[in-house]
Structure formats: C-alpha cells, structure tokens
C-alpha cells in the first residue's frame, strides 16, 4: 500500500450476497423505502484510502441503517476502521451525497459515526459528523 496510510492493511470482509427484490405487479401499491434499499445504494462507495468497498472493510451495515418512510427520515451509521481515521468526514459525505443523489427530496438523511468508534467522539462530538 501507499505509505503514510492511516490504516495501511485495514480486513477485507466478504460482501454480502445482492438480494433480488420481487417487483409488485399492483400499480396501487406503495413500494415503501427501507434499510436493504437504502444498503444497496451505500454498499458500493469505494473507500478513500483504499481499493475496497465500504461493505468490504465493514464501514457500512444494513444493520445500521434505519429508516422511517412515512416520516421522511434515513439515518445511516457507519464504522470507520480506525479510530483515529482522518477519512471519517470524507466517508460520511459521500454517503450523504450518494443518498441525496438517489432519494426522493422529501427525505432527511442523517450520517453518524457509530458510538465508541471515532476518537471526535471523545472531542465533545455527538457522533454526527456530517
């Protein structure tokens, strides 16, 4: 890897399988946003310091993703690989931009560092960085 790396040989996890949604055929019908919807757009966004996904290095979860679709509201929760990863703001805003991208307006994104995983937390931080 490139010298100077924060996290120079962060662990590679194993990507989850890609499920297949069944597109309903009642034109009446709802398809209501949740977390596997909100995961399939996130998964993918490469990690700035390195060749891998945010899936793979386990920054991002659909375990850690909550979503309200009648009130609008996405928060999605993300583990940096290091506590003291100088990318962390950079990860939080291309989450937040990849979902303001690919989200109706309507919705509230809300981006946090996940509790005890980030030393800005420890600087009075709440756990949102962006």
Avoid: W
């Amino acid at each position: 890897m490139t010298p100077g790396l924060i996290n120079a040989n962060p662990v590679v996890h194993e990507t989850k399988a890609r499920s297949v949604r069944q597109e309903s055929t009642d034109e009446t019908s709802v398809d209501e946003f949740d977390a596997l919807e909100i995961f399939e757009h996130v998964r993918d966004i490469t990690d700035p310091e390195h060749p891998y996904s945010l899936e793979q290095l386990n920054v991002v979860s659909e375990d850690a993703i909550d979503v309200d679709d009648k009130s609008s509201h996405v928060t999605v929760t993300f583990t940096p690989t290091v506590q003291h990863c100088s990318m962390a703001t950079v990860i939080g805003l291309c989450i937040r931009v990849k979902l303001m991208r690919c989200l109706p307006p309507r919705f509230k994104v809300d981006i946090r560092v996940a509790p005890g995983s980030h030393a800005s937390e420890a600087a009075g931080g709440r756990g949102s960085l962006v």
